[in-house]
């Protein structure tokens, strides 16, 4: 049984940081791409920021661009998201997702395995 489970999130000032992370298990990940999404009250899920789990190629939502760092740990099964110059527009609900093609990337529709997500709440 494939699972994703999310952790990391809590309250944080403006301008503070926090790490996300995603403990995957149940299959091999190796040749997925996996992805953090984020959805705030009343707005659709976006795309936020993803890895090639083979190759540690990153892309990220210009929103969070130089802000964001998405990786991955090969050895715990895991992928980060560290969230640094965090502001109040930040504050969602954060999902780890798996995808195993690259052309949809962007598409939450399109992904397979999803977390429960974790709540960030960011103060001004």
């Known amino acids: 049984q494939v699972q994703l489970v999310e952790s990391g999130g809590g309250l944080v000032q403006a301008g503070g940081s926090l790490r996300l992370s995603c403990a995957a298990s149940g299959r091999t990940f190796s040749n997925y791409f996996m992805g953090w999404f984020r959805q705030a009250p009343g707005k659709e899920r976006e795309f936020v920021a993803a890895?090639?789990?083979?190759?540690?190629?990153?892309w990220y939502a210009d929103s969070v661009k130089g802000r964001f760092t998405i990786s991955r740990d090969n050895a715990k099964n895991t992928v980060y998201l560290q969230m640094n110059s965090l502001k109040p527009e930040d504050t969602a609900v954060y999902y780890c997702?798996?995808?195993?093609?690259?052309?949809?990337?962007?598409?939450?529709?399109?992904?397979?395995?999803w977390g429960k997500g974790t709540l960030v709440t960011v103060s001004s």
């Open positions: 890895i090639r789990w083979s190759s540690a190629y990153t």
């Open positions: 997702a798996a995808i195993d093609e690259m052309t949809r990337l962007y598409d939450s529709r399109a992904y397979r395995y």
